[in-house]
Every structure is written in structure tokens, then in C-alpha cells.
């Protein structure tokens, strides 16, 4: 079992429709970060969160830490929301590594 | 202010060649590290750096060397490349340990 699981893997949506990307890990954390991949490769930091919830624009990251879960919301999709949304963790325990998740495939289609 | 760049974007070597992979931040970050990113895998972390002088293997560093002889670069080697080490190789700095990642735009590796 992987230490960082990602769900849904695929998720198509029709344009405004909101959407939820989860992210469960096995291990305690000091950190955990929301990444987008576009198409062409490119991969961007949206979030780095311990606890608790931050917002962005359209986009929204929760993290419980008790049951070691987190979720991405994207509130009123658009086309432009199309990319792979990658959940990483930096374990607790010490050291300096990311765990990665394996992303999840959005597509919203106009 | 460039952030991460990584040199080159694409690069198709044959096997037995060595190369060097180049990563350049100008954000004065301490933590540097080197991920590859399989289909179906999640990256995975070669090599990382924590400081100028300071480096240390992730997961997957055999075949790769680092060095990291100023804040600022951090190449990665493969000495001598096979194709179990075609992929696609990111660069990522962070200015502490629980900051937020930049990430350079990746290069994509042939080895045929």
C-alpha cells in the first residue's frame, strides 16, 4: 500500500460543476502540499498545509490531521482546470522527502 | 526572478553515455532536491540537498550523482545512462523544510 493515496485517479466534470480530489496518507506529518501538472509538464505549488483549510481564488485544501486526510475542492470548474492534481506529504518523523501521490487526471469539459 | 530552471527540456542519450542534468534557483533556497517521475508512479526522489555542500540520497539515487557546491545549483549526473533511466526529471527547491516547493519545468529523458 502506498503511503499517499489519491482519489478519484480519472474524474471528468462538466464545466461549473464543483469538484473534490482526496488525498488519504498512513503516516504522521509535518506537511502536506496540493501540486497541479499541466499538459507540456510543468508542475506548480497551490497549497502547503499542516491543519485546517486555506482558500484560493476558486480553489480550496483541507487537512485532518486526527484521520490523516486531506481534500482539494475546485468551486465553478472551467477548461483551464484540466491538469493532473498531485497530493504530496513530508512525513513527521524528520528528514527532508516528499511522498508523493500518484495525482488525479481532471478534465472538465465546456 | 526565474525560479527553477532546468537545463535541457528534452535529451535522448544512447546507452553508456553520461550527462549532465543542470537545476539553477535564484530564490537563495536551501533545499534542493531531484525527482523522477514515472507513468503510474508518483515522483520519487533521487537525490536531495539540504545546503552548499550538503547532500543525500532519496529513493531511487543508483546511477545518479549530485553535487551541490553553491546555494544556487544543484546538477544531477547519470554516469552512465541505461534505459531502465528514460523518464522525466524534475528539479524542486524549497527555502525550509515545511515551505511551499518550486518546482523547474521538467526533462524529458530518452535513453535508447
Known amino acids: ?110 | 526572478n526565474a525560479g527553477v530552471t532546468q537545463t535541457p527540456k528534452f535529451q535522448v542519450l544512447k546507452t553508456g553515455q553520461s550527462m549532465t542534468l543542470q537545476c539553477a534557483q535564484d530564490m537563495n533556497h536551501e533545499y534542493m532536491s531531484w525527482y523522477r517521475q514515472d507513468p503510474g508512479m508518483g515522483l520519487r526522489l533521487i537525490h536531495y540537498s539540504v545546503g552548499a555542500g550538503i547532500t543525500d540520497q532519496g529513493e531511487v539515487p543508483n546511477g545518479y550523482n549530485v553535487s551541490r557546491s553553491t546555494t544556487e545549483d544543484f546538477p544531477l549526473r547519470l554516469l552512465s545512462a541505461a534505459p531502465s533511466q528514460t523518464s522525466v526529471y524534475f528539479c524542486a527547491s524549497q527555502w525550509g523544510r515545511n515551505t511551499e516547493a518550486f518546482f523547474g519545468q521538467g526533462t524529458r529523458l530518452t535513453v535508447v
Open chain 1, 1 to 110: 500500500k502506498n503511503e499517499v493515496e489519491q482519489s478519484p485517479q480519472n474524474l471528468t466534470a462538466q464545466e461549473g460543476e464543483f469538484i473534490t480530489i482526496n488525498c488519504s496518507y498512513s503516516v504522521g506529518i509535518s506537511a502536506l502540499h496540493w501540486l497541479q501538472q499541466h499538459p507540456g509538464g510543468g508542475i506548480v505549488s497551490l497549497f502547503m498545509l499542516s491543519s485546517g483549510k486555506k482558500k484560493h481564488g476558486r480553489l480550496i485544501a483541507t487537512i485532518n490531521i486526527q484521520e490523516k486526510h486531506s481534500s482539494l475542492h475546485i468551486t465553478a470548474s472551467h477548461p483551464r482546470d484540466s491538469a493532473v492534481y498531485i497530493c504530496a506529504v513530508r512525513p513527521g518523523s524528520g528528514g527532508s522527502r516528499l511522498t508523493f501521490g500518484e495525482g488525479t487526471q481532471l478534465t472538465v469539459n465546456p
